[in-house]
T-cell receptor, first 113, second 111 residues
């Protein structure tokens, strides 16, 4: 199947710093990419929908100024967690959609000290 | 989908037995459903899907059943193996292609 990568796979940062997470579709062009957040022992919660060349659509309760999404091409979307705080520590997962299928990345573990 | 819980329900089965994992969904207008497997520290892995015009679909060792009347989805795993141990999520796709995930079930396979 199609492969989606994320970089980095894990990151530890100090409170107040910003962290950028990349999501790439390696062997296909994604019409849409999605960003999810998953806290321990919980389900995946959709944060935002990202389409190439347009502004991301954020789910209710997700601060767009805190979670900046850039979808520069059909194979790359980035999520920047700005001024990260310990409560932002989570597992961030992206997915990329092509046709009728959605493929998930391996996730990025963010720990904010 | 189900509300997000603070803990995952767990299903413990003996190796070789069949497993049945259940899920309730919320939107009667949803017409596409997927089951995912998630191992610790990894992203979700597609297992099987079903559209609302079907009530059953079979894959290799897995079967998904859809009951639209009661908005219920189930995943059956035949001859469960240790490698099946993971958290399983159902998801429904809305009209904007967004996936709404259920709260998940942890499957533990006893050797």
């Amino acid at each position: 199947g199609a492969v989606v990568s994320q970089h980095p796979s894990w990151v530890i940062c100090k409170s107040g710093t910003s962290v950028k997470i990349e999501c790439r579709s390696l062997d296909f062009q994604a019409t849409t990419m999605f960003w999810y957040r998953q806290f321990p022992k919980q389900s995946l919660m959709l944060m935002a929908t990202s389409n190439e060349g347009s502004k991301a659509t954020y789910e209710q309760g997700v601060e767009k100024d805190k979670f900046l999404i850039n979808h520069a091409s059909l194979t790359l979307s980035t999520l920047t967690v700005t001024s990260a705080h310990p409560e932002d520590s989570s597992f961030y997962i992206c997915s990329a959609r092509t046709g009728s299928e959605q493929f998930f990345g391996p996730g990025t573990r963010l720990t904010v000290l | 989908g189900e509300s997000v819980g603070l803990h995952l329900p767990t299903l413990s089965v003996q190796e070789g037995d069949n497993s049945i994992i259940n899920c309730a969904y919320s939107n009667s207008a949803s017409d596409y459903f997927i089951w995912y497997k998630q191992e610790s520290g990894k992203g979700p892995q597609f297992i099987i899907d079903i559209r609302s015009n079907m009530d059953k679909r079979q894959g290799q060792r897995v079967t998904v059943l859809l009951n639209k009347t009661v908005k219920h989805l189930s995943l059956q795993i035949a001859a469960t193996q240790p490698g099946d141990s993971a958290v399983y999520f159902c998801a429904e796709e809305d009209s904007s292609y967004k996936l709404i995930f259920g709260s998940g079930t942890r499957l533990l396979v006893r050797p």
